[in-house]
């Protein structure tokens, strides 16, 4: 990713709309779609600059790595424990342990072997354990956007079940969701294109667009888990080992 747009993660990630909205509706698919134990263990796969691990946390006894150390010694700060050095596909620690649920939000995207990190993260779940992702979806909606972050993928919906399933997984639901904004990205992407203007990093938008742009693509957390969306600019799944 571009060092500009890797370090508006750590600006942003408190009060942007995106990453408040995208929170909820994680939270909402834990709820609804995973089961865990009263002393579940977790582990955050490539954290980033620890926008989730708070959330994460609420539901049990949280680990996680990231590969960036500039991100991974704040987000440490946040997590009040070292948060692990880590690569994927096969350089992420956690040899041998047993975890509950293994959230990977918007990561593999990132990732040339997609199906080989997946394998990876399957050795450190428990027998029924379950991993949560979310992921960029539809390919024509490829852009500068993706670029600037450094993407190597855009996901279909049969695309990421497929990954899954060549991983070992067995998947229990796979669905779009930030679909109520999709026509408005889907305008200014095309606007982009017909008119040539180049994509800008990612910035702040005013308090009031930012706050009703968040309650729009909140108010999904109550579809979440419950209906499969059409289209979306994002996907999610669930999935378990067996």
Not at 23 to 35: F, G, H, M, N
Not at 51 to 68: I, K, T, V
Not at 132 to 142: C, E, F, M, N, Q
Request: include cysteine.
């Amino acid at each position: 990713m571009d060092a500009v747009a890797y370090h508006s993660l750590r600006d942003l990630q408190d009060k942007h709309w995106w990453f408040v909205g995208r929170r909820k509706i994680i939270s909402e698919l834990i709820r609804r779609l995973v089961t865990l134990p009263k002393r579940a263990r977790i582990l955050e796969a490539g954290c980033g600059y620890g926008g989730n691990l708070a959330m994460l946390g609420r539901f049990g006894d949280l680990d996680a790595f990231e590969y960036e150390e500039g991100a991974r010694n704040y987000a440490s700060g946040l997590l009040n424990k070292p948060v692990a050095p880590g690569f994927l596909p096969d350089n992420i620690g956690f040899a041998g342990e047993a975890f509950d649920l293994v959230a990977m939000l918007d990561v593999l995207e990132h990732i040339d072997d997609d199906v080989g990190s997946l394998r990876t993260l399957r050795e450190r779940l428990r027998d029924g354990g379950s991993i949560l992702i979310t992921v960029p979806a539809v390919p024509w909606l490829w852009s500068e956007h993706d670029e600037i972050h450094h993407h190597k993928r855009r996901y279909t919906k049969v695309g990421l079940k497929k990954v899954l399933q060549q991983a070992g997984f067995e998947v229990a639901d796979v669905s779009y969701f930030n679909t109520l904004l999709f026509p408005l990205a889907l305008a200014q992407r095309l606007a982009s294109r017909f008119s040539g203007k180049k994509f800008a990093a990612d910035t702040m938008p005013n308090r009031f667009v930012n706050g009703v742009l968040e309650r729009i693509f909140a108010f999904e957390n109550r579809l979440a888990g419950r209906i499969n969306l059409p289209i979306g600019l994002s996907l999610y799944a669930v999935a378990r080992r067996v």
